[in-house]
C-alpha cells in the first residue's frame, strides 16, 4: 500500500509573531519552517507543502529540502483553503496526514506512527500527549470531498468534531504534537 502524502501548512499569515515565523531560527540555528518540513520528510518522503503565492524564500527552502510546492491563491481566506489546496494537488492519495508548518518539534516517529495507522484501515487519526489532541492530523481517501471543499480558518477541526467516532487516536510521548509557536516569546521556550 502507498503512504499517505504529507501536506506541509505554510501559507499562515503570522500576524502574532510579526514577522516571517517560518524563516525566523529556533535556539538550533535551525528555521521554525524547515524544522517542521524535515521531520515531515524523513516519515513521509513525497511530502508536500502549501504555501502563500510569490513567498519566494519559503518556496526556495521547500523546494530544496525536496518538498513539492503548492501556491494557494487563496492562502488569504484562511487553513481551509490551505488544507483543500494540497488535498486537490494529491487527489489520488490513499490519505494525508497535515501537518502545520509552525510546530517543529513532531518527532518523524510520530508521523510515521499515524501513517501506519492510516495505511491499517485507519479513517481519521490523531496522536495523544497527557491526554491532549495533538497534530499532526490524518485521513484517509474516504474523506477527500470533505477535504477539497474546506474553507475558512478551522481547517478540518469542524470534520473532525462531526465525525469524531471515526477518529482514531494514537497515543505518544512527544510532547512536540501540541507544541506550536505562535509568538516570538515562544521560540525562547524551544
Known sequence: MT??????????????FGSNKLLHPLPDGVAIGIAAATALIQALPNSIAVVKPGDQLLIHAFTKLGLKVIENPRAHEGMGTSLAAGVN?????????ITLADM?????????A?????NNGASMVAPVFE???GHPVGFSSYW????????GD???RDLITKNAYELELVMTEDAGVLQDIDYLRDVKNY
Do not use: F
Open 104 to 112: 517543529p518539534r513532531i518527532k518523524p516517529a510520530t508521523i510515521s
Open 131 to 133: 491526554s491532549q489532541r
Open 144 to 151: 477527500r470531498e470533505q477535504l477539497q471543499s474546506l474553507t
Open 114 to 118: 499515524l501513517a501506519e495507522k492510516l
Open 3 to 16: 503512504q499517505p502524502i504529507g501536506i506541509l501548512l505554510a501559507a499562515g499569515s503570522a500576524t502574532r
Open 89 to 97: 494537488a494529491t487527489a489520488d492519495a490513499s490519505g494525508w496526514l
Open 154 to 156: 478551522k481547517g478540518a
